[in-house]
């Protein structure tokens, strides 16, 4: 960094280096012009700026100068450019406010990953290979296997870190200090480098803002891990995201425990004994449906030799299942027609001595259907009258039977 604040080869003074709580600053316009990706937009330089562009895996800050929004703040060619939807003059002055919630909380989660990932790289010698501060949570890629319970551990001591309230340092090394330095994201670095070291936890390289304390993350929750190209993907919630998660899941955890009236703590063993309880009852509402259904085709088995049913209470299975219960009462021929004329019919047809897929074939051409089977069994759907259906398969079942 040089004397007066700028970083090398930037117009800009980066005041959120200076102070990454400022949140209201004054500025002068360098220049302004239309921004090319979207229209009715305006790229704006200023000679200082509170605003932090994207960058290290943190997205750009956002706010107003003057009466203009700025949605968006790029950092190219060693400009900074503010994403503005107002123009302004050159040699303008303007009073310029981030969005400071959203710029705490993203600095809530940015100096939480650096306290995870110091810690996991220390225990486990694994690096940070992806980091992604969403709008929702934040994502760290480590290319190393961490179990569930290793989590665990990693979260409790992150919260010690927090509870310690380390102060934050930042410091500028000269290229002969960096080379004695072990820090993490040890890559090549155009320019100077910037270290942000929370003692104890974490050195590593960093153009982010980070908060001045680690008691100023509030909390950090490690909420998930998965596979993830040969190593594994944290999820994790720190500050007021954390405080929002506890809440939304606290709330769903009363509302469990008083619908099954269970204190909150007993919830799981009383989802438990509701999940156990609905598989009984599904298992006994089978059986009790296939007693019914075998009731009704002993009913079905006392008509004509060929069976045809139309019913708008059977699901799935069932129509098979009715079919092949009356196909062992001796019957030539069954067919089960499930649903109503308008929105169509399923239907299931079989028999244990004709070949049906000749009888599909022409009952779909007639009645606007689709499906086959084998020679045993045939299944599908059509569209058509109920009464000109059954005359219709009758006609036909005395004709297969000569």
């Not at 929002?244 to 007993?266: H, N």
């Not at 063993?269 to 002993?298: F, P, S």
């Amino acid at each position: 960094m040089t004397e007066n604040g700028l970083m090398d080869g930037t117009r800009t003074e980066k005041l959120f280096y200076n102070d990454s709580h400022l949140s209201k600053f004054t500025a002068m316009v360098l220049e302004c012009e239309p921004y090319e990706k979207k229209e009715g937009c305006y790229a704006v330089e200023l000679d200082r700026t509170a605003f932090f562009p994207e960058g290290g895996g943190q997205y750009a800050d956002t706010g107003k100068l003057k009466d203009a929004k700025v949605s968006d703040v790029r950092e190219k060619n060693g400009r900074i450019l503010h994403i503005t939807d107002q123009p302004f003059e050159a040699g303008e002055i303007v009073e310029g406010e981030i969005d400071w919630e959203t710029r705490f909380m993203k600095m809530q989660q940015h100096t939480g990953e650096h306290v995870v990932s110091g810690i996991v790289h220390a225990r486990y010698g694994f690096n940070n290979v992806g980091f992604h501060l969403g709008t929702e949570d934040c994502t760290m890629d480590f290319d190393g296997e961490i179990s569930k319970e290793a989590l665990q551990e990693i979260e409790l001591e992150a919260n010690r870190a927090v509870w310690k309230n380390l102060t934050i340092e930042v410091s500028y090394p000269s290229k002969e200090e960096l080379e004695e330095l072990d820090y993490r994201s040890k890559i090549e670095i155009e320019g100077q480098v910037r270290i942000v070291t929370i003692p104890e936890y974490d050195v590593c390289a960093c153009c982010a803002p980070h908060v001045k304390q680690t008691g100023e993350i509030g909390q950090i929750r490690l909420t998930g891990v998965q596979r993830y190209k040969g190593g594994v993907r944290v999820t994790m919630l720190c500050g007021f995201r954390a405080l929002e998660d506890y809440r939304r899941k606290a709330e769903s955890t009363g509302c469990i425990s008083s619908a099954l009236c269970v204190k909150e703590e007993d919830v799981a063993q009383g989802v438990e004994k509701l999940k156990n309880d609905c598989t009984e009852w599904k298992q006994r509402y089978a059986q009790l449906k296939r007693d019914m259904l075998a009731i009704r085709a002993e009913r079905l088995a006392g008509q004509s030799e060929d069976v045809i049913v139309f019913a708008d209470d059977l699901e799935g299975e069932e129509l098979r299942i009715l079919m092949n219960l009356v196909l062992d009462h001796g019957k030539r021929l069954c067919a089960v027609f499930g649903g109503d004329e308008e929105h169509g019919f399923r239907y299931v047809i079989g028999s244990r001595i004709l070949d049906m897929r000749p009888l599909a074939k022409e009952l779909n051409e007639t009645f606007h259907g689709r499906g086959g089977g084998k020679s045993e069994m045939v299944q599908g759907s059509v569209q058509g009258n109920e009464s000109e259906m059954r005359a219709w398969i009758q006609e036909k079942a005395r004709k297969m039977n000569g």
